[in-house]
């Protein structure tokens, strides 16, 4: 034999063993999510979508994958979204001041008009686009259409007193009933922030972060997931970046009073799924690429996870 037929030989010998090694880590990390996917399987989760990942490009398209994922991995994701910076931008095109009042936006009767037309017209309609890239699976609705959510008007105390904010509305009931029918027709719902009055005509613009709790709660949701723009719950903020993994509902009771105004909602949202029947509440970096496959699928996971006190009995 020739040394450049043995050569051959030997190259050709190597090319298995070459292209295995290649595809290793990916056999790995399918069979680490094994378990995960078990334990998932056929179950509800409900994701609220803000923060960097509504206003980056790749974030956005990266999000639609993993939802996409989620369901055709046999998971039934639901996503309630706000629309912050893109309320303020429209608002101002309109000439209308962007006003906060105990951290909620104070909705005037023409700020409702716009909050109505930018959720349900533009934020949803993208959203659901791109979902729909991936096939015939996204359903926008809002909290008006069958009446999901209903609200009434919402006055936060402020130095004591009750101060009106206009439109801003505190949930009183959720009626899943579309959600689940679509749901069970292997759609993905896509929930706009906005409630029908409990007692006149009008609507009311809802925190996405206390809605998707509420919604997370009537569904008997798996998870509740919500994204933001820091990394997880701070164990000593600003003195700290050290990241709170895991917390009970007690242990985040204690901590809410200490916590910044933008963290509150969305820690208050995750007590109240917990303490509703939710197994776990998530707080996971949405700047973070496929941040929720890493929360869902992997041991290492992302943020923090909040669970009920009975669940966290005796863990670190």
């Known amino acids: 034999m020739s040394q450049s037929q ?11 063993t070459a292209r295995k090694h290649t595809a290793l880590p990916k056999a790995r990390t399918l069979i680490e999510a094994l378990p995960w996917l078990t334990r998932h399987h056929g179950k509800t989760v409900v994701i609220k979508f803000g923060g960097n990942a509504m206003v980056d490009e790749e974030l956005k ?8 994922f989620l369901h055709h991995a046999g998971l039934k994701p639901v996503v309630v979204h706000g629309g912050g910076p893109q309320i303020s931008k429209a608002l101002d095109r309109h000439g209308i001041v962007s006003e906060f009042k105990a951290g909620l936006r104070v909705t005037t009767e023409d700020a409702m008009d716009v909050v109505r037309m930018v959720l349900a017209g533009q934020v949803q309609r993208e959203l659901v686009g791109l979902l729909n890239q991936h096939g015939p699976l996204a359903v926008g609705l809002t909290g008006e259409d069958a009446h999901t959510i209903t609200a009434t008007k919402h006055q936060p105390r402020i130095e004591g007193e009750l101060v009106d904010i206009g439109r801003v509305g505190e949930i009183t009931e959720i009626d899943t009933g579309a959600i689940e029918a679509l749901l069970a027709d292997g759609r993905i719902p896509v929930v706009s922030s906005i409630a029908r009055s409990q007692d006149d005509h ?8 206390t809605a998707a709790a509420a919604l997370a709660a009537a569904l008997d949701a798996e998870t509740l997931m919500v994204l933001t723009d820091v990394e997880g719950l701070y164990e000593d903020w600003p003195h700290s970046d050290e990241v709170i993994s895991r917390l009970t509902a007690t242990e985040l009771e204690k901590l809410l009073p200490e916590l910044a105004s933008g963290m509150v909602p969305k820690m208050e949202g995750c007590l109240y799924a ?13 700047r973070v690429q496929h941040s929720i496959l890493l929360e869902i699928f992997t041991d290492e996971g992302i943020g923090t996870m909040v669970v009920p006190d009975a669940e966290g009995e005796g863990t670190a």
Do not use: L
């Not at 043995?6 to 298995?16: D, I, L, T, Y």
């Not at 398209?61 to 996409?68: N, R």
């Not at 009008?202 to 972060?209: G, I, L, M, R």
């Not at 917990?274 to 949405?286: E, F, L, P, S």
């Open 61 to 68: 398209a990266a999000f639609a994958q993993d939802v996409v």
């Open 274 to 286: 917990v303490r509703n029947g939710v197994h776990t509440a998530r707080v996971i970096d949405g």
């Open 202 to 209: 009008h609507v009311y613009n809802v925190n996405a972060d």
């Open 6 to 16: 043995s050569q051959s030989q030997s190259q050709n010998q190597n090319q298995p």
